[in-house]
T-cell receptor, first 113, second 112 residues
Framework: EAGVVQSPRYKIIEKKQPVAFWCNPI?????LYWYRQNLGQGPELLIR????????DSQLPKDRFSAERLKGVDSTLKIQPAELGDSAVYLC???????????FGSGTRLTVV | GENVEQHPSTLSVQEGDSAVIKCTYS??????FPWYKQELGKGPQLIID?????GEKKDQRIAVTLNKTAKHFSLHITETQPEDSAVYFC???????????FGQGTELSVKP
């Protein structure tokens, strides 16, 4: 069984530029999460989807971040415009139901210069 | 608010010794406590988890204990091996909310 697939693995952009990350969850997993992990810290939730619906986006900086999950499968997280402080690893995870059985992808390491 | 404290931040042991990592959570509604191992350049990998109706769970060399009254839970690794070297994260979750609150991580180094 394929795990959670994320792309790209690495991205370097200049500040004020846009960037997008893509996630393909495990087949059949209804819940999808985007987490951000700063260097030396634990991941922090940005947004959680139940199928197509964003049910928890309280930690998402909505002035510059947006996300979508079309048809309740793949998801895209976008930042526009990027700031230096956005440099981090962006992790996608999925689970069969909300809260347990999480599987994380390998993440996208973003560097904003 | 929701918070998970994890100690120690770094831990160095000799191969074959035991390692213990401790976490404390703040939200009494938390009922699911997973532990993750993260190797360099990879995402967190679930190694063991425990639910609030269980006090202890063991899987080969790894065990987790939970004290709900004190809001403490711990990871125990016995007979450590160099390949156990990684960063370990504890987390707490209220199932209905679905959000994992992670500790700050423990960098475990097992010296051969």
């Amino acid at each position: 069984e394929a795990g959670v697939v994320q792309s790209p693995r690495y991205k370097i952009i200049e500040k004020k530029q846009p960037v997008a990350f893509w996630c393909n969850p495990i087949s059949g997993h209804n819940t999808l999460y985007w987490y951000r992990q700063n260097l030396g810290q634990g991941p922090e939730l940005l947004i959680r989807y139940e199928n197509e619906e964003a049910v928890d986006d309280s930690q998402l900086p909505k002035d510059r971040f947006s996300a979508e999950r079309l048809k309740g499968v793949d998801s895209t997280l976008k930042i526009q415009p990027a700031e230096l402080g956005d440099s981090a690893v962006y992790l996608c995870a999925s689970s069969p139901t909300s809260g347990t059985g999480y599987t994380f992808g390998s993440g996208t390491r973003l560097t904003v210069v | 608010g929701e918070n998970v404290e994890q100690h120690p931040s770094t831990l160095s042991v000799q191969e074959g010794d035991s390692a213990v990592i401790k976490c404390t959570y703040s939200d009494s509604a938390s009922n699911y406590f997973p532990w993750y191992k993260q190797e360099l350049g990879k995402g967190p990998q679930l190694i063991i988890d425990i639910r609030s109706n269980v006090g202890e769970k063991k899987d080969q060399r790894i065990a987790v204990t939970l004290n709900k009254t004190a809001k403490h839970f711990s990871l125990h690794i016995t007979e450590t091996q160099p390949e156990d070297s990684a960063v370990y994260f504890c987390a707490a979750c209220y199932n209905q909310g679905g959000k994992l609150i992670f500790g700050q991580g423990t960098e475990l180094s097992v010296k051969p």
